[in-house]
């Protein structure tokens, strides 16, 4: 087998096609919540929040594909900012759950609707089927490699 034969074209290969567009997601992200004081991180928690009320640090910190100590660090200043109360006392062995304010959930209110304008920029000029293939395609990969 030659050498031509082992190496990827980078504009059909689909795993690299996917971190460029992961990685221009992230910054189109982060160019609409940085004026809300957000970081894609922060924002993630709060959605992750919203829809899983009372994850542990260990629990948000995979949802957000941050490390523990680094999620531990964010929820500090979360809780210091009002947007979220974790537990005096662990329900059951060292787990803290965490849970949005009011604030909170205002707050991602906002982040969420920036967010959704970046994905609709994504795929605005897709035909609704094109945009359920895409997505159904992305949950094969992932569940291919899982």
Do not use: W
């Not at 609409?32 to 629990?59: F, I, K, W």
């Not at 500090?76 to 005096?88: F, N, S, Y």
């Not at 009011?102 to 605005?124: C, F, I, Y």
């Amino acid at each position: 087998m030659g050498q031509a034969e082992l190496t990827i074209d980078l504009a059909t290969s689909p795993g690299y096609l996917l971190k460029v567009a992961a990685t221009a997601l992230r910054s189109a992200m982060e160019d609409v919540l940085r004026p809300l004081g957000m970081t894609v991180t922060h924002y993630s928690c709060l959605e992750v929040l919203a829809q899983r009320p009372g994850s542990s640090n260990s629990d948000l910190a995979r949802a957000t594909f941050v490390t523990r100590q680094s999620m531990n660090v964010l929820l500090q200043t979360l809780e210091r900012d009002g947007l979220v109360t974790r537990a005096e006392q662990p329900e059951a062995g060292r787990v803290l759950p965490t849970q949005l304010t009011d604030a909170g959930r205002a707050q991602l209110a906002l982040a969420s609707a920036a967010v959704k304008q970046v994905e609709n920029r994504m795929v605005g000029g897709l035909p609704v089927a094109d945009r359920a293939a895409l997505t159904r395609l992305l949950q094969h990969c992932i569940t291919s490699l899982s």
